[in-house]
């Protein structure tokens, strides 16, 4: 399976940013999709999670009320819909399979928030 992020960007405080994650090579329902994201400095932590096979998720407490994930089976693809960002929301922001394939990490994408 291969995972392809975009969408990421600068932005200002408050302000929103919706990403994207593409999802080819395998059979899209087979999979729970996660995003994650890792600041400098920091360690790579799980921010959400989508599963296409009971639709349930997952949100970590730290973006709970502001970050949606969504998945649109058409294309194969999920989404984070990301609200009210704040300065501590800067980090490259990965998705993945869950549990998370080795080989199937990405480049991610950059999420820049200034104040």
């Known amino acids: 399976v291969q995972l392809v992020e975009s969408g990421g960007g600068l932005v200002q405080a408050g302000g929103s940013l919706r990403l994207s994650c593409a999802v080819s090579?395998?059979?899209?329902?087979?999979?729970?999709i996660a995003w994650f994201r890792q600041a400098p400095g920091k360690e790579r932590e799980k921010i959400s999670c989508?599963?296409?096979?009971?639709?349930?998720?997952y949100y970590a407490d730290f973006v709970k009320g502001r970050f949606t994930i969504s998945s649109d089976h058409a294309k194969n693809t999920v989404y984070l819909q990301m609200n009210r960002l704040t300065i501590e929301d800067t980090a490259v922001y990965y998705c993945?399979?869950?549990?998370?394939?080795?080989?199937?990490w990405g480049q991610g994408t950059q999420v820049t928030v200034s104040s």
């Open positions: 090579g395998d059979t899209f329902g087979d999979y729970a």
């Open positions: 989508f599963s296409n096979y009971d639709y349930s998720t």
């Open positions: 993945n399979t869950y549990p998370p394939l080795r080989a199937a």
